[in-house]
């Protein structure tokens, strides 16, 4: 395999931070390159130096060895470097043709010549050997299609560098497995693939060879072969990840949450039970309904249908408000849209739901007792933030995510008999804070409150859970202790095969 | 506390190495030490343009007469500018919960024609007015918060509507005419009094906005009203009934639009018909220009004076220099363009 970018001594300074220091980094056409590194390591530096949109303080770059400057992104695009953002960057009412060759439509004079735009994009599709129908709206496409709208979009240039962001992050196991086909083909083409990403179980399937960053500096790079996933993550953190130490156990406390026939828009005849003292794993595709279950169950969407039993006695859960006086809690995925107050400081956001306790009766905030409780939460949890009043923004995926918990700690005097609800509680986050975030899991099960996760990834359900259920298409199709499923006989259940 | 639970820090299932590799310490409740230079302009440089104009019209004015900078003009501008400052600060309030508010203005001037209308026609005592018209103010703010947290109708819309029809009755109570007749003098006094060398309605602007600032800084009330303006989704997962604070923040703007209406017609003696539409450009321009400062990218009262004092130097200014009346807009659309184009270019601000 011949070099196609070679960058040698790249370092870039911001103000009060070395965010890439002394960096060389080698991509072999036709091979996948994985990026790894904690929030904060300098991949996305990194990313953005070779596409341009960033300029390194000192360094070269070579294309195939020839020195290039990039100085923004349509020079990277010119130099065959293409990026794929995790975020989409669709038009939503325009079709897919549309959307693939956004700002070179064939035109004639201003009109823009539909027939032709369509065959443009179906004959790149046919080369890509993607699937997808070309009149079809963005909007109505589900994660994945939308992904795949982005990565042809990017490949209409025929690019040598495609850089892959998070891809998978939105995806269901079967649009990843689809996507992973993909790559090989692009591979096949001769195309050097760099993959971003925070799931090693994904990175040792489809990656060539990887390159772990820390603190801005390049500790780790080789072939994929000469790791092990415990040497990866040891190298990512820099130090030995605890392991889970835990009793799994079946059932221990009372019953604290039942459901029987729950039903709503996206799943029905649901039968939940959770007990105290345990950890359930809720598994299932995207699209299975759990984040609905979950909402459904903390009053954030109405239920259609069935019952929610609380220690055996019926309720009714009208809103979140209501929930939680109920002791039921939520913690959402997507955490900048669903769980942060993103303007508002760590203070505001951690005691955001226990202001009634730390109010006198005329509503005055009584400062003390909310910065007392604060701190104590941040210490608790181990969250690393400059201040209280740091911007709750400027803090890692990780913090963020101990940060959307940490509410839910500062409002709870006793977390026994209370239920919480994790959904995705790692989507995004580095290893350490990963391993931070079971720990807290565990712990709240060993304190006596039951828990229910859901999440797309099947390690951290098998790793946490005492107990499993497996959601398809919107019911629950398996149930039983977690020593009784595997990985595999976990995705079988899932997607129905 | 009595709460002993343990989580991370005293784990000890998990590596104790990890508290120094991957956590910094936090320095408590106080706030973030060492503002450096850049912060300090970014997060000031709407109070410096503030000091800048009025140094200006200082310079300016004293090629002429140099009226701008005495004492009884700066009481002047403060007295021009204390009605805005009451209107402006209830809109930061629906502002600050997500809610826009278009219909400010043509309230204030509802309540006004009312106002005068209850004292002149129906001859009611000043203070029954008063209340009824700040009712008024109080239940357009409701009807608002109601249809925009029961039917869902974007308070842009809803307030452009609610503006209209506030028009629409002002014309059929007044039928298009000024109200004028005897007012009572402690009624004028509002607008026209002074205490000491300072006019009444300049202190009670003080105390509206203090009071509203206070409520929105340091109750939980005006906590949920932030956060509901941050973020309603995770507000509302955080148990915190949203709709409430909405319609709350609502109606806040509606009776500081309704009390600048009656502190309008106090000032003047009497009230026509379309007397304070002018409020809601002046008084959304003021929380906008506001957004770039103190609290960047959100409303914030402080900031609100800041842009509202602006406004009224601006205002003051050019009037006393001499210049054309139609200067005054166009300088203070400008200012406003201006202030928000570097807000946003220096850093990503977004507003909405």
């Given at each position: ?330 913690v959402p995925d997507k955490r900048i849209e669903k769980g942060l107050l993103n303007r508002m400081n760590v203070l505001e956001n951690l005691t955001v739901s226990s202001l009634k306790r730390y109010s006198n009766g005329l509503g005055w905030l009584q400062q003390k007792k909310l910065s007392d409780v604060a701190v104590k939460t941040v210490d608790q949890l181990r969250i690393a933030s400059p201040s209280l009043t740091t911007p709750v923004q400027s803090l890692s995926g990780g913090n963020k995510q101990k940060v959307v918990f940490g509410k839910w700690l500062a409002w709870s005097e006793d977390v026994k008999d209370l239920i919480f609800m994790f959904d995705e509680p790692t989507e995004g986050v580095d290893v350490g804070a990963r391993a931070d975030m079971w720990v807290i899991i565990r712990n709240l099960a060993a304190q006596g409150a039951a828990v229910l ?45 | ?338 202030a928000v184009s570097l807000a946003v270019r220096r850093e990503e601000i977004r507003f909405f």
């Open positions: 395999m011949d070099t196609l970018l070679h960058l040698t001594g790249v370092s870039k300074r911001y103000p009060g931070v070395t965010a890439l220091d002394n960096v060389d980094f080698t991509l072999r056409s036709g091979e996948v390159h994985a990026l790894l590194g904690v929030n904060g390591a300098g991949k996305s530096t990194l990313v953005k130096i070779i596409c341009g949109a960033e300029p390194p303080d000192s360094g070269t770059m070579k294309f195939k060895n020839e020195t290039i400057q990039v100085n923004d992104t349509a020079d990277a695009m010119r130099h065959g470097i293409v990026v794929v953002y995790q975020e989409r960057t669709l038009i939503p009412h325009f079709t897919v043709a549309e959307n693939i060759l956004l700002g070179m439509e064939p035109t004639n004079g201003q009109l823009i010549r539909r027939r032709e735009l369509n065959q443009q994009a179906e004959q790149l599709l046919k080369r890509l050997g993607v699937d997808l129908d070309l009149n079809t709206e963005i909007l109505d496409l589900g994660a994945g299609q939308q992904q795949l709208v982005d990565i042809v979009r990017a490949l209409r240039t025929e690019p040598r560098v495609m850089v892959l962001d998070e891809p998978t992050a939105a995806l269901s196991q079967g649009e990843t497995k689809h996507l992973f086909e993909l790559l090989k083909q692009f591979k096949s083409q001769g195309i050097g693939i760099i993959f971003v990403s925070h799931r090693l179980d994904e990175v040792f399937e489809i990656s060539d060879s990887l390159t772990i960053l820390r603190d801005g500096r390049v500790v780790s790079s080789g072939p994929i072969s000469e790791y092990t996933p415990a040497r990866v993550t040891q190298e990512i953190v820099g130090r030995n990840v605890a392991k889970l130490e835990t009793d799994y156990k079946t059932a221990s406390g009372p019953v604290l949450l039942e459901t029987q026939e729950l039903a709503s828009e996206a799943f029905t005849g649901v039968n939940l039970k959770i007990a105290g003292g345990e950890v359930v794993g809720l598994a299932g595709v995207v699209g299975a309904g759990r984040t609905e279950l979950l909402e459904t169950l903390v009053g954030f969407r109405r239920a259609l249908g069935g019952k929610i039993m609380l220690e055996g006695k019926q309720v009714q859960i009208k809103s979140p408000a209501h929930a939680i006086r109920h002791g039921i809690v939520l996760v859901t999440s797309s990834d099947l390690d951290e359900l098998m790793e946490i859970s005492d107990r499993l259920y497996v959601m398809r298409r919107g019911r629950i199709v398996s149930e039983g202790a977690r020593q009784n499923y595997t990985h595999d006989s976990m995705l079988q259940l899932m997607m129905g095969v | 506390m009595s709460r002993n639970i343990s989580f991370l820090s005293r784990s000890n299932k998990v590596d104790k190495s990890m508290a120094q590799s991957s956590s910094q310490t936090v320095s408590t409740a106080s706030e973030r030490s060492g503002l450096n230079v850049s912060s300090f302009i970014n997060r000031f440089g709407t109070v410096l343009a503030l000091v800048i104009i009025f140094a200006l019209f200082t310079v300016i004015s004293a090629f002429q007469e140099g009226r701008f900078l005495t004492s009884q003009n700066l009481i002047n501008i403060l007295r021009q500018v204390a009605t805005l400052a009451i209107v402006a600060t209830g809109l930061t309030v629906a502002v600050a919960a997500g809610e826009f508010d278009l219909s400010v203005g043509q309230v204030a001037s509802l309540t006004g024609i009312l106002m005068a209308g209850l004292i002149v026609r129906q001859d009611l005592p000043w203070g029954i007015s008063l209340i009824a018209s700040l009712g008024l103010g109080l239940f357009f703010g409701l009807l608002t918060g109601m249809l925009v947290t029961r039917f869902k109708i974007p308070s842009l819309i809803t307030t452009l509507g609610m503006g209209l029809i506030a028009v629409g009755v002002n014309y059929a109570y007044a039928r298009g005419d000024s109200i004028y007749g005897r007012l009572p003098d402690e009624y004028t006094f509002i607008g026209t009094g002074t205490i000491g060398p300072i006019p009444f309605v300049v202190i009670l602007a003080v105390i509206v906005v203090t009071l509203l600032y206070v409520f929105l800084n340091y109750t939980r009330i005006g906590r949920y009203i932030l956060a509901t303006g941050g973020n309603p989704t995770a507000t509302r997962l955080s148990g915190i009934n949203i709709n409430r604070y909405r319609m709350i923040a609502l109606m806040i703007s509606g009776v500081g639009a309704a009390l600048g209406g009656c502190i309008l017609v106090s000032y003047l003696g009497s009230a026509q018909p379309s007397g304070a539409d002018n409020y809601t450009m002046d008084s959304l321009a003021a929380v906008f220009i506001g957004m770039t400062t103190i609290r960047r990218g959100q409303a914030n009262i402080l900031g609100t004076i800041v842009g509202v004092l602006i406004l009224g130097i601006i205002n003051n200014g050019l009037n006393l220099v001499g210049a054309p009346f139609f200067l005054q807009t166009i300088v203070k659309g400008s200012v406003l363009i201006l």
